[in-house]
């Protein structure tokens, strides 16, 4: 009896902390969101003051002003991202299902990538592999997911495989391409990946999402649910830290440059509002950073539940 006892507070304290988990998980989707958005409003306004520098003048202009355009298309698209985020803590704060929230982001996020993907080549001006393979790799994640979506398991399975075939060259052409540096010529910094984090871990999230997103496609009808469980945990684990370490050096990198403004490019001579948004940019990055660590948190406290429940299975 007295084991019995101990087992029911055992159980008690592990659903305790099951619930304070998915609460963290719920500040975490805030505190991302307001991160993307914060972020993405301060490259948005750069991007808009970049372009008013170019005049229709030349057909290279054109292409110029063309790519800055879509730029700045896809920066409103993370920051549509970013509001999904908050609306998706929200609703899993409540215990609401937050399924429609999760497919209008990936719509969302494969546009922002099309958009960068098609603009980076205008902006090169020639035929470059990385732009090529993030104007391909949307086309495919969205019809992944258009498949995904349909109640058909069978279909889920060929959308889980579409997803993974878009993955791969999205994770080479982030390996690849820095879409911002094309833009910001001048400025001495180190640029993240399309998604504000390190372009190698960055990759290898979104490759190994994507296999996790076909594992539970598989498994998501059968006890062994936790196997994909601990997979979608593992990636968040890995993007968490992505999300830590990227933005943190990008906004050290800023900050360089703030304190250098007085006597050096590119930030001496701008407009004031250049300068100031250039602050906003590094400590809305901060932002982002603190929600990498709660993200990192949050999923290695997911897959320690994941991995509890895979060792209830009997093989």
């Avoid at 050096?264 to 100031?276: D, E, I, K, S």
Wanted: net charge positive; proline share 3%; aromatic share 10%.
């Amino acid at each position: 009896m007295h084991q019995n006892a101990n087992n029911a507070l055992y159980a008690l304290r592990w659903g305790f902390v099951q619930l304070k988990s998915q609460k963290l998980f719920s500040v975490t989707l805030n505190v991302l969101g307001i991160g993307y958005v914060l972020v993405n409003l301060a490259v948005l306004i750069l991007l808009g003051y970049y372009l008013s520098q170019h005049s229709i003048t030349s057909l290279e202009e054109v292409t110029q002003i063309g790519g800055m355009t879509l730029f700045i298309i896809a920066s409103a698209m993370l920051m549509a991202v970013g509001c999904l985020l908050i609306v998706g803590g929200i609703q899993h704060y409540r215990g609401n299902t937050t399924q429609r929230v999760i497919l209008m982001g990936v719509l969302f996020t494969s546009f922002y990538v099309l958009c960068l993907g098609i603009g980076s080549a205008l902006l090169r001006s020639q035929s470059d592999v990385g732009a090529v393979l993030l104007s391909i790799s949307p086309v495919l994640m969205m019809v992944g997911v258009t498949a995904y979506v349909a109640p058909s398991s069978l279909f889920k399975i060929v959308g889980s495989i579409v997803g993974i075939a878009g993955a791969i060259p999205l994770a080479v052409g982030i390996f690849t391409l820095q879409p911002l540096s094309l833009v910001f010529t001048d400025w001495d910094v180190l640029f993240p990946g399309p998604f504000m984090s390190m372009a190698l871990l960055e990759g290898v999230a979104v490759i190994l999402g994507s296999v996790a997103v076909f594992t539970h496609s598989l498994l998501s009808e059968r006890k062994e649910k936790s196997v994909s469980q601990a997979l979608l945990s593992l990636v968040g684990i890995i993007y968490g830290i992505d999300v830590f370490i990227g933005p943190l050096v990008l906004s050290f990198g800023l900050t360089n440059l703030l304190w250098k403004a007085p006597w050096m490019p590119p930030l001496n001579g701008a407009p004031y509002f250049v300068y100031g948004t250039t602050i906003l940019w590094s400590v809305s990055l901060l932002i982002l950073a603190i929600g990498g660590i709660l993200l990192t948190l949050s999923s290695f406290l997911e897959f320690m539940f994941a991995t509890k429940g895979m060792s209830k299975l009997k093989l």
